[in-house]
């Protein structure tokens, strides 16, 4: 077989993995820009925020895979809805760009309270599954992979139902759809936003241990680097669109490991900007706009 | 009607451009009293900084645009005046024109591109995958030193006169700061500041008066990669050596960061915001690490406390301010 479509194998499974990873940010970034309109800068850090989170759990707890989630999504959660309190609730009415300030502020902040706890070193995350590949034809597949594959789409579903068929997620549509309607109808704006923050950090974190055991380590730049990606594949997607997200985080994850495989490791976060300001420039709703929001 | 207020009868006295005098005066007697090269290096970076934050505040306080690809012009000039003093010996007088006029081909290509289809929070995205892309390819040509960057940019020298020392630097940067200043409060005061300003209220209500928004988002945005340009090759000059970097999106973050907290309806507030992020650190030495969430508590308490920054809306070059909207917060 030709050793490019055999790095192209290999890379399809990397891709999906990674590709997943950015949706589940990318999920709960959607849900927080659909609801206040607010690129939220922080969102990435609090993926980082649950990563370690995880690994304390992991570290300190001994705990099983779980309970690593578990605690990695509360502890985001927490933090998310700390923010939502925070830096956002007293500004609700200024105008949008004071609030992606806000937001900057508050990944400032994160971040440099993370270098300062941990260090700017990578922490080794441990492992939580023994590794094992399972190899199909040429097809080559880690047990690691498999476990990643499993539990995003258990939670993309869960977020899915969550969204469509509860009380809560009807109400965090309809606060998206227009919240002062939403006021009007009686639904509580201000503890549906709180609630919407607290889902998306937790996805937020859930996403951090899903990188942590995939790559066996962390650190507190993360965020800036991996996790800001996941804000490119929301555009590529196209704002408010959930498979958007999914088939955005995949193009990303598929053109960072093909640059990376064919041309140059280093040129992988131009490539990724590239496609990103060509989609912007081609078609700025995303691919899979849902409805065209001229306004922001 | 008696005017009581006796400094009335000297209006000069009380006039923005007395006051921007004495600014300059004091500005221009404080190397002579301090000469520690700590804090003239400091100040130097201030005024570089300066230049940067004063363009982008006529981009993002008078035009609202938000864009975080300022770092990435301030890189273009940097990169061009490297280029042209290593490689091809280029004297300053130059070097200073030609990175203002790169960084005004790459904005007004950029722009042309952007403006027409991308508004608001679209096109903060836009420039910032286009801060990324320069960094990369800042990082991945080999022509531009890759990682290690440009080494050994010889000193600025202007008629055989060379600047060599901190102190005339000093005055060096502080000319270029204040012409910058004079420049685009004259801009902001004149009928195309007011066309900007109509653009940052309601673009569409500014269409309808007869303002091309698409022409003049386009003329502020390469008139701030201009200056930032120049601010680049000034910044090439006084370090002698640059690196990817000092370029990157957190770069212009840092410097929005500047803009907010000095005040949002002013440009002298840009400047007092640059000062502020260079100076603090220095101030800020005893709290050593904590530094940077010390920036992002301010930044944040600027804005949850106080959104339109230290400085209120003042022109020195003006009285008026009715047209400027937002005289107060």
Known sequence: MLPVFKLLIDQIANALVVGLTYALVALGFNLIFGIMRLLHFAHFEVYMVGAFGGLMAATYLKANIFIVFLSAMVSAGCLGVIIEKVGFYPIRKEPVETQLFSSIA??????????????????????????????????????????????VILILAGMRYALYNTKLGISVRAVSFNRD????????????????????????????????????????????????????????????????????????????????????????????????????????????????DDKY | ??????????????????????????????????????????????????????SLSLLLDFTGIISLGHGAFFGIGAYTTGILCTKMESPFLLSLPISGVVAIIVAIAFGALTFRTLKGLYFTLASWAMGEIAVSIYMNVEYLGGTNGIRAIPLPSIMGFTISSDISFYYFTLIFAILTLISIELIVLSRIGRAFIGIREEPVVAGVMGVNVYLFQILSFATAAFYAGMAGNLYAYYESFISPKSFTVWESIFLLCMVIVGGRRSIIGSVVGAAIFTFLPELLRVVGEYREIIYGCILLATILFRPTGLIPAYHFLSRRTYYNGHTTS
Request: aromatic content about 14%; glycine content about 10%; some cysteine.
């Open chain 1, 106 to 151: 508050i990944a400032i902040i994160l971040q440099n309270a993370a270098l300062i706890i941990w260090g700017t070193q990578w922490t080794p995350f441990p492992e939580l599954l023994t590794d094992k590949t399972y190899s199909i034809f040429w097809f080559n597949i880690s047990r690691v992979q498999l476990a990643v594959f499993g539990i």
């Open chain 1, 181 to 292: 309607a939403a006021t009007l109808m009686g639904i509580n704006t201000n503890t549906t936003i709180s609630i919407c923050f607290g889902l998306a950090s937790a996805l937020a974190g859930a996403a951090g241990v899903v990188m942590g055991m995939y790559y066996h380590m962390v650190w507190p730049l993360m965020g800036a680097t991996t996790g800001l990606k996941a804000i490119i594949a929301v555009i590529i997607g196209g704002i408010g669109s959930l498979p958007g997200s999914v088939v955005g985080g995949l193009i990303l994850g598929l053109s960072e490991g093909l640059a990376a495989g064919f041309i140059s490791s280093t040129w992988r976060e131009g490539i990724a900007f590239a496609i990103f300001f060509l989609v912007l420039l081609i078609k700025p709703s995303g691919l899979f706009a849902v409805q065209k």
């Open chain 2, 1 to 54: 009607m008696i005017n009581t207020n006796k400094t009335d009868r000297y209006p000069f006295f009380n006039s923005g451009i007395f006051y921007g005098c004495m600014l300059v005066l004091f500005l221009g007697l404080v190397p002579v009293i301090f000469s520690n090269p700590y804090f003239l290096r400091m100040a130097i970076l201030t005024f570089i900084f300066s230049i940067l934050t004063m």
